[in-house]
């Protein structure tokens, strides 16, 4: 269905085709303008639940939520693929509803999955030098990797120049070193191409690197929206999470770690977590306090805020489940 859809769209670069009018028009207004954009599944969820989202041309604009969340029902919707059950939404200045067509002409997407035809070779699909895919250009596309599947997918929805890219999880399951392939690419085509990017992903450090903007979505509703330098703002302070060895000494723990800020959901099982009133430099004290009491710690770990707090501020959860710190000092065995 999608391979179809695709393959319709026709060439909708303003800058090429129609005049300085447009092309300012365009500057002036959303590239996606969403308002209360629902979709209901029968006997399903709220999978998208009244939505707004404003997206600006030329940006990176990254979806960030886990499983389920409602990204990829969201995607279908804005590229013409799922009618919304209620709602409204415009893309490229044109109603995702009332004028699909001209919607689908003005975007490519490459979606969660792939839209390849497991018998072309990838030659038959495209010319790819610039993907890195030359080499495998010949070879059935049933042969590909993973990493080679994604980059094939994300230069076929390349072909047409459209103004407004959808990326559904272009990253999942990737290696390090074909993540940062995709990243460059995103990049330089919003950067030096100024293609308007709407891309989900499930990777909170994907989201900060890339995105100029991020909605996070948990359960079909946007939780928290902003620059992710503006979002870490929120939280403002860095956390000290602990845990201790002895269960029975949890409550000592807490009492000396609330002294100093307010309590927090811990991204660990069984973490005592705080957010630091004054910042770090109340950690050495904390310290003295804990072992004045003869409370054992197992970990104690320092963080500064990440997307990861503001998920678990803005949700009660952490989006990275357990573990420890990866950006901030960490004690313990
Ligand atoms: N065709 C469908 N029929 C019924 N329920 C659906 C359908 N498609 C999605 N859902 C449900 O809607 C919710 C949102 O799904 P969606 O695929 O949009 O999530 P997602 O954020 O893309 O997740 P993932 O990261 O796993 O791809 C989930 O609860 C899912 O089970
Ligand atoms: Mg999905």
Known sequence: MWTLARRSMG??????????????????????????????????????????????????FGFLGPNGAGKSTTILMLTTLLPPTSGTAQVAGYDIVKDGRHVRAAIGAALQEAGLDPLLSGRDHLFLGKFGLLEAADRKV???????????????????????????????????????????????????????????????????ALSDRIAIIDHGRIVAEGTPVSLKAEIGRPTVEATVVDADDGSALAAVLTQFGEEVPARSKGAIAVRLAHGAVDLAEIVRLIDGRGVRIAALNLHEPTLDDVFLAKTGYSLEGSGGSEDGASIGS
């Open 142 to 208: 049933m042969g590909y990797s993973g990493g080679m599947k994604r980059r094939l997918d994300l230069a076929m929805s390349l072909i047409h120049r459209p103004r407004i890219l959808f990326l559904d999880e272009p990253t999942t399951g990737l290696d390090p070193q074909s993540r940062s392939a995709i990243w460059a690419e995103v990049r330089k085509l919003a950067r030096e191409e100024g293609v308007t990017v709407f891309l989900t992903t499930q990777y909170l450090e994907e989201a900060d």
């Open 11 to 60: 060439t909708a670069n303003p800058d090429s085709s129609q005049g300085l009018e447009r092309v300012t028009a365009q500057r002036r207004s959303p590239a996606i303008e969403v308002r209360s954009l629902t979709r209901v599944f029968k006997n399903g969820p709220r999978a998208v639940d009244a939505i707004d989202l404003e997206v600006h041309p030329g940006e990176i």
